[in-house]
């Protein structure tokens, strides 16, 4: 068992993380004030994990509410999040009502926005079911869903009031999306964590093997990180450095995820291709060397993520779809690249032929 | 010219109260930081006010896009917050364009709840136009939108930087819209100012022939009134007085606007009426004597309020929407109450056949 402290004045709170913690009335019941709960979820997670938590809550006396989503990225939209809101409602939830995510990223972007906007704020606890958000998605507040136009466009910080990572339920995630998950582990350690990605490169075979202690080192350590970065940058306002450094392949990613449309790459998957890219750009501009480069391929292969170019888009859609991404400040496209294997920084001055030229090379002759 | 602070530590703005300030680049120009700004308007306004501000803000050299609303309660709605945000997508705003609402209460709630919510958190700028929205929706930071098992059901709290009352916009308001706001102004003195109470009873005449220096005052009052409130409670979370007193004559009438139907009843009468409810239920209680209640009835009359029984809803019925309204907490409906003219408390201790009685004389023999 491990915990790790998000130390963000009044909205503090911890990260567990553990095997079989979901079962465990002790680690959920304690922060659910009122009399209400309302669990949010997807239809594969419910048939696995929904009976235990919801006997937990209701042996604790609390008045269980269940929201059942279809779940997939397609579904995370405001008509999505308005079907929560009609389940509340229709049950009489009350503003106290603590809202519970038990699913990967989908579901807890949704209900935490839910929870966020449902009478203008309702608590919140994290109950990641996947990899990517037991490190990532679940701890720092972001919440939010997508709109046509451009990926989690709409959304609000609502900082949870408690994370609980189950490690119990990484033994039955799907291959693709463990892969997936690790994406975020090895960016924190691109951007933040030297050691750690040092770390990586010579235990990957058993983390890929989901030996059950390197799990939770990995998740800890990942929250670890990001802990750091958002103490110090909450709500994304930093100029520079801040939460704006994990974004690290995302700018890159979600024109990827854009350009091919939502559902078709996993978030993990376009964030190992951007950040591959990412890294490329920084040799361009001699701000990492080649081999550096090299290292963070290799690691992203061992864990069996995309690296190489794609279909579906063109160099000019791929750019333009990177401009609409609201990392954009001023006109001038921001991008996170690395200054070495372990710390990354925000770059605005490069010549933009660099930039079309990375671009191209993982674009070119694949346009649709 | 009239300023009120309202004191939010780092979310501390001004409102400022004059005659002409729309059209006055000074007053707006320096509270837009980025060079972007979205003003969401609806239609009639757009016709009467939407240049002025346009020119004053590209004459200062921001790229400014529009947003107009059909307008009306039945647009509040998160398809129609959908359509703000499809606007500002499609003309690039980044997540530090200003919003600024230029309207009466609905386009403030839709543009405040659309700017809390653009790319998690843009800044917002009301601009009122309407008596309703200048003494009470632009100030306090509460933005959202109405769901059909419920109104302001969803929302967030998203503080503006500046409001900019412009009492000139007064002068053409329909005549039931600016007793709507009336409604607000008179709620002000029944909770929280005495004195105010009485001068409004002195110079009711004055200020419904709606003279210059007379409409300055009472919204000047009217905001220091609202400040006080939510300076000790921004987030609605104190238990017994705090914001929830805001809310004197609003559990009844939701109930009224929603029994009735959105768009039928302006928010402002329905508030009139559930004032009349609640002061005949404080007359019940022995909390206040008769008197005080003939005594609000009297200048909400002289406002050109309606305080009478109403068709539409029985008083099941609008018990039922009543005790479905967010302010309930724990099962038990909770009832702002006067303890003299001048002075509200909540109040969760009372016969339960006493709020049927008081519910039956306003809807008795009326349901549809």
Redesign the interface.
Known sequence: MKTVKIDLGARSYEVRIGRGILGRAGEILPWIE??QACIVTDQIVAERYLAPLRAALADGGKEVTECVLPGGERDKT??G??RI??TM??A?C???VSVIALGGGVVGDMAGFAA??????APFIQAPTTLLAQVDSSVGG?T?VN?E??KN?????HQPRRVLADTAVLDTLDKRQFSAGMAEVIKYGAINDAEFFTWLEENIGAVMAREHGELEFIIERACANKAQVIERDE??NASGGGRALLNFGHTFGHAIEAGAGYGNWLHGEAVATGMVMAARMSARLDMIPAEECARLEKLLRAAELPVAPFAGIDADGMLDLMR?D?K????KLRLVLLRALGAAEVVEDYPPEALREIVAQFTAGKSA
């Open positions: 009122g009399a405001l008509d999040v308005s809101f009609e409602l229709r009489r009350e503003r106290g966020a906007c449902y009478q203008r704020g972001k939010g709109h136009l451009g466009m709409i959304g609000a910080f709500h994304e609409g609201k954009v400040r001023g006109g």
